[in-house]
């Protein structure tokens, strides 16, 4: 509802405040109060409706280009990294581009110089998409004309896939066809042990000494937490010692990857894991000297600021990957973690794929059966 009062010189004002239409308050001023409240009335009406009459919506200049898009979006709503990373990217290549010549043609045009031109992989052209997809859907929301018909919803399937004349093209110009590579990288037994071996200070082979390991108890406790939740690392790391519920087993997720809160459950494993990394932290044992817990975080390298979240990301997977190529895999990386995890939960449970999907938040089917990749050796084991 609308707020009014009586100015000092004579005039009413009203105050009308819709979030989801309105950019900021409308601020309408008239001279009697009967005037205000039969125009607010109408106006509330209009509004009720999701209606937003002309003289209020701003210049259709706020959003003339995909560049003010995508900046109007990033500051309004709530982005993931790997949206905000790839908008970043489209700013700078597309971000003049103006929203009135967007439709189908251009998107399929698009998409088509993103294969023939900068040959990227199916994947990284649907990060793109989805990306670009999501900022024109918040667009079209507010109002923006050119938008309210999202031109990249309207895609066929398989867009993504090299078509014959898509790998003509891209040869043509020194490149090359990309092809969907899903990653099926599974963590051997005698890889794990040699994993844990390094992290306990075993020295590698071809070394003259063990690695000198910062933080050696809250590495520990981030690889168990890794293979045991099917957490992604910065889920992990970022956790807050309010969010960890030893005596319920889980720990509660305020910001996922997909925006979405979420309840972890713990095993049996992960909890002793936790207890021991926590009791660690105040012994001062496993070289956790010189932190307790500072700021109310579980883990030691974050230091609480959004800015400094992916340069945290980049020295952690740069320091497991000098363990990982230490214990002989070198191909390896810390997210296939959350690959194994996902695997052990279908090999080594009876829940149904819903029940897994809610403690990994995977959105898509098609995702989670791709992480579910079960040895065979494992299947056949169920053959007659």
Not at 41 to 48: F, M, R, S, T
Not at 97 to 112: F, G, H, I, N, P
Not at 193 to 198: L, Q
């Amino acid at each position: 509802m609308a707020t009014k009062r009586l100015r000092s010189s004579g005039n009413w004002e009203y105050v009308v405040k819709r979030k989801t239409l309105l950019d900021s308050p409308l601020y309408l001023s008239f001279e009697t109060e009967a005037e205000g409240d039969q125009y607010v009335k109408k106006l509330e009406a209009l509004l009720d409706q999701g209606i937003v009459p002309a003289e209020f919506k701003k210049s259709k200049e706020e959003f003339a280009t995909i560049g003010a898009a995508i900046r109007g979006f990033l500051a309004a709503q709530h982005v993931t990294a790997s949206d905000r990373a790839c908008l970043g990217v489209l700013f700078d290549r597309i971000g003049d581009k103006r929203l009135s010549a967007v439709d189908y043609q251009w998107a399929e045009s698009w998409v088509t110089d993103l294969k023939r031109t900068l040959h990227l992989s199916p994947t990284t052209i649907r990060h793109h998409v989805g990306a670009l997809a999501r900022c024109f859907d918040w667009a079209g929301r507010r109002g923006v004309a050119a938008l309210v018909s999202n031109p990249l919803r309207q895609m066929p399937r398989k867009y993504s896939t090299y078509t014959s004349g898509d790998a003509a093209a891209a040869r043509a110009l020194g490149g090359s066809a990309k092809t969907d590579t899903e990653r099926d990288r599974r963590l051997l037994t005698h890889e794990e042990e040699r994993i844990r071996a390094i992290l306990d200070g075993e020295i590698p082979e071809g070394r003259q000494r063990s690695f000198d390991l910062q933080w050696q108890g809250a590495l520990e406790c981030l690889f168990e937490l890794a293979l045991e939740s099917a957490m992604r690392m910065r889920e992990i790391y970022t956790v807050s010692l309010d969010q960890v519920d030893i005596p319920n087993k889980t720990f509660f997720l305020e910001k996922t990857k997909n925006g979405d809160k979420r309840q972890v459950p713990l095993t049996s494993v992960a909890l002793k894991a936790l207890r021991r990394y926590m009791k660690q932290v105040k012994k001062r044992e496993r070289k956790m000297e010189g932190f307790l817990f500072d700021g109310g975080r579980l883990f030691p390298w974050w230091d609480g600021k959004q800015e400094s979240l992916n340069a945290t990301t980049s020295a952690l997977s740069l320091q497991f990957s000098r363990i990982f190529e230490a214990a002989g895999c070198a191909d390896l990386r810390f997210h296939d973690l959350r690959h194994e995890a996902t695997s052990r939960l279908f090999e080594k449970t009876k829940l149904s794929d819903v029940q897994i999907s809610r403690i990994t938040r995977h959105k898509e089917p098609r995702v989670l059966r791709r992480y579910a990749n079960l040895r065979g050796t494992d299947l056949a084991a169920h053959l007659w």
